[in-house]
C-alpha cells in the first residue's frame, strides 16, 4: 500500500519560511507525479505546485517566485519550500501522488495534511 507522509507544518510570521517534506512508501516513487495543495477554512482546495518523475513543475500564480518545489527520487521524498510566507498562505497543506497505467486506469494517493499558520 502507498502511503504518504508529511512534515514541517507550523507557525511563522510573514515574510518568514517554512520547509514542508513527504515522504513515500509503498511503491517506485520515481513513476509517480507529485503535488502539493492546500485548504484554507471555507474555501476549496487548490493546487499549488505539480513535479513529474522527470522534474519539469509547474505553480499557482498565487506562489511563483516564493514556493519551490523538488524531489529527491532516492529518498522517496517531495519538498516544498515556502518563502516570503504571506498571511493568505495559511492552510492544510496536502501531499498528492498519482499515476495512469496504460489501461488509463488513475492511481491517486494523499497524506493527512499539515497545517501552515502565517500570522504575526
Known amino acids: 500500500q502507498v502511503q504518504l507522509v508529511e512534515s514541517g507544518g507550523g507557525l511563522v510570521q510573514p515574510g518568514g519560511s517554512l520547509r514542508l517534506s513527504c515522504v513515500v512508501s509503498?511503491?517506485?516513487?520515481?513513476?509517480?507525479?507529485m503535488g502539493w495543495y492546500r485548504q484554507a477554512p471555507g474555501k476549496q482546495r487548490e493546487l499549488v505546485t505539480t513535479?513529474?518523475?522527470?522534474?519539469?513543475?509547474n505553480y499557482a500564480d498565487s506562489v511563483k517566485g516564493r514556493f519551490t518545489i523538488s524531489r529527491d527520487n532516492a529518498k522517496n521524498t517531495v519538498c516544498l519550500q515556502m518563502n516570503s510566507l504571506k498571511p493568505d498562505d495559511t492552510a492544510v497543506y496536502y501531499c498528492?501522488?498519482?499515476?495512469?497505467?496504460?489501461?488509463?486506469?488513475?492511481?491517486?494517493?494523499w497524506g493527512q495534511g499539515t497545517q501552515v499558520t502565517v500570522s504575526s
Open positions: 509503498g511503491s517506485i516513487f520515481s513513476i509517480y507525479a
Open positions: 513535479i513529474t518523475g522527470g522534474g519539469r513543475t
Open positions: 498528492n501522488a498519482n499515476r495512469v497505467n496504460l489501461s488509463g486506469i488513475r492511481y491517486e494517493y
